[in-house]
């Protein structure tokens, strides 16, 4: 079945060491996402890639990174995870921009 | 005029009956509405959507009413069965394609 993968499901990291997350899609969709969600709150856009064109949004911190180095990969890295950075990341896709389709998600832990 | 606002934050329904959520929005530029459920520790699911130029989208038990001129939109659980008990979001694509989400509201279903 078509979908959106993320690895690994649970990530446990200390606080100030790096982690990358990662998000696959066999949707051969063009455009991908990365939100963060934290307990009881809606998904927070992080950014997004039109194809190869990466957009990042005004708010997010500095400390995130993001590659997409093919059609089907995307990767989030935290570059020094806090306390704060700790939630549920998930990775999105869709072809025209509308409809999204999200993948299970990567629960991190900053300990 | 960016926001979109969900109500009840809670909601409680004997299994049978309907459950209706409500969500409202200011910006007229907002041209395509989407209902995302959520279920604890997995990512948002699609469930229907519906652009301002039709006033009603029915699928299954799920249905969305959407009034231009009161810049509303609902989402009605017809039947609503225990296994529909999750968080439902509503949202809304703006201008540069990026969703506006609602807080959420978390439905139980009694059986």
């Known amino acids: 079945d078509a979908m959106v993968i993320q690895n690994p499901r649970y990530q446990v990291t200390q606080f100030g060491k790096p982690v990358t997350l990662s998000c696959s899609q066999t949707?051969?969709?063009?455009?991908m996402y990365w939100y963060q969600q934290k307990s009881s709150q809606a998904p927070k856009l992080l950014f997004h890639?039109?194809?190869?064109?990466?957009?990042n949004e005004a708010d997010t911190p500095d400390n995130f990174q993001s590659r997409r180095p093919n059609t089907s990969f995307c990767f989030l890295d935290i570059r020094s995870p806090g306390l704060g950075d700790a939630a549920m990341y998930l990775c999105a896709t869709s072809r025209a921009r509308y409809e999204q389709y999200f993948g299970p998600g990567t629960r991190l832990t900053v300990t | 005029q960016q926001q979109v606002k969900q109500s009840p934050q809670s909601l409680i329904v004997q299994k049978g009956g309907i459950s209706i959520i409500n969500c409202a929005y200011e910006?007229?530029?907002?041209?395509?509405f989407p209902w995302y459920q959520q279920f604890p520790g997995k990512g948002p699911a699609l469930l229907i959507a519906i652009r301002p130029d039709v006033s009603e989208k029915k699928e299954g038990r799920f249905t969305i009413s959407f009034n231009k001129s009161a810049k509303q939109f609902s989402l009605h659980i017809m039947d609503s069965q225990p296994g529909d008990s999750a968080t439902y979001f509503c949202a809304a694509m703006d201008s540069n394609y990026q969703l506006i989400w609602g807080a959420g509201t978390k439905l139980i279903i009694k059986p």
């Open positions: 910006n007229t530029a907002f041209d395509y």
């Open positions: 890639y039109y194809d190869k064109d990466f957009n």
């Open positions: 949707l051969n969709h063009n455009v």
